[in-house]
């Protein structure tokens, strides 16, 4: 997960949830009150042909839950090559092994949140 500063100019990497349903809609709530959180971004997994699949399917269930729960407006984002572009950053940063598999999916969901705030400008 990561979340934006105030003026939605940064995003910051704040964590993972691995936690099923519904589980991970409560704890995303938890974070949306804490943290004040007007908009969500979710990463939508569209293959390199521009398919739907499985994965996309699935993401934008997940979107559909939040917001019928949260009643907060969530956008899908493409999300492709995200996570090579985190892998890529985290290999130049130096962090390998298991603590950059630890790290890669908030490194993906900044870069996801990133693009979402610089396309907004």
């Keep these: 997960m990561a ?3 105030a003026e939605r100019r940064v995003a910051v990497p704040i964590g993972t949830i691995r936690t099923g349903a519904p589980a991970d809609v409560k704890a995303i709530a938890a974070i949306v009150r804490e943290e004040g959180v007007s908009q969500i971004v979710v990463g939508h997994p569209i293959s390199l042909s521009g398919r739907k ?3 996309a399917d699935h993401a934008e269930r997940f979107a559909q839950a939040l917001n019928d729960f949260l009643q907060v407006p969530v956008i899908l984002r493409d999300e492709r090559f995200t996570t090579v572009q985190a892998e890529r ?3 130049q940063a130096g962090v390998r092994g ?3 598999r630890e790290v890669v999916d908030q490194t993906a969901a900044t870069i996801i949140l990133q693009d979402f705030l610089d396309s907004e400008r």
Excluded: K, Y
Aim: charged fraction near 40%; proline fraction near 0%; avoid cysteine.
């Design 3 to 5: 979340i934006s500063d």
């Design 53 to 55: 699949g499985e994965a």
């Design 89 to 91: 950053r985290l290999a």
């Design 98 to 100: 298991r603590a950059r």
